[in-house]
T-cell receptor
Framework: GIQVEQSPPDLILQEGANSTLRCNFS?????LQWFHQNPWGQLINLFY???GTKQNGRLSATTVATERYSLLYISSSQTTDSGVYFC????????????FGQGTELSVKP | DADVTQTPRNRITKTGKRIMLECSQT?????MYWYRQDPGLGLRLIYY???????NKGEISDGYSVSRQAQAKFSLSLESAIPNQTALYFC???????????FGPGTRLLVL
């Protein structure tokens, strides 16, 4: 099955700093989503981005499908950005189920 | 109002008990999913359903069963709970297989 690897596993930032999170996947995919899991466990959709680039405020994401990776950029980080960021991928012929990476745990210090 | 709701939000039960976790959605999506998250890990798929008559096992279905009572409702049952089923359980929905999945708030389950 598809393997999804995220890096780095942990990241500590000072408030205001920028960061890049990476997601590598082992096969072609039709679905790629980025999620933020907040300290209360809630999963928040950030991007649906099987290819291309999207931006939403201080966050942006780029997926290069041909090279099987996706990047999540966080600019001017805030303490509320803390939590775990997950990348998940899916394939149409596998029922649309998502395969999750292990996540990147981000801690933003004031 | 939340589009995907889960009940209960927290549950403590004892080994051997049968429990049911419920998921409801108002998004009108055909596809529904149950995932499990263990501490420090990503989510893993338990079961998924394309519609009321189509239910499929995921990668970790042993010890679980599901029921799709209607398009909007998908329940997960633990027939005889065991401690290693202690986890955070998420329900999700999507319009189709390659579309965005929307997750509920999760149910924290502790099996003693």
């Amino acid at each position: 099955g598809i393997q999804v690897e995220q890096s780095p596993p942990d990241l500590i930032l000072q408030e205001g700093a920028n960061s890049t999170l990476r997601c590598n996947f082992s096969d072609s995919v039709n679905n790629l989503q980025w999620f933020h899991q907040n300290p209360w466990g809630q999963l928040i959709n950030l991007f649906y981005i099987p290819s291309g680039t999207k931006q939403n405020g201080r966050l942006s994401a780029t997926t290069v499908a041909t090279e099987r990776y996706s990047l999540l950029y966080i600019s001017s980080s805030q303490t509320t950005d803390s939590g775990v960021y997950f990348c998940a991928v899916g394939i149409y012929n596998q029922g649309g189920k998502l395969i999750f990476g292990q996540g990147t745990e981000l801690s933003v210090k004031p | 109002d939340a589009d995907v709701t889960q009940t209960p939000r927290n549950r403590i039960t004892k080994t051997g008990k049968r429990i049911m976790l419920e998921c409801s959605q108002t998004k009108g999506h055909d596809r529904m999913y149950w995932y499990r998250q263990d501490p420090g890990l990503g989510l893993r798929l338990i079961y998924y359903s394309f519609d009321v008559k189509d239910i499929n096992k995921g990668e970790i279905s042993d010890g679980y069963s599901v029921s799709r009572q209607a398009q909007a409702k998908f329940s997960l049952s633990l027939e005889s709970a065991i401690p290693n089923q202690t986890a955070l359980y998420f329900c999700a929905t999507s319009l189709a297989g390659g579309e965005t999945q929307y997750f509920g708030p999760g149910t924290r389950l502790l099996v003693l």
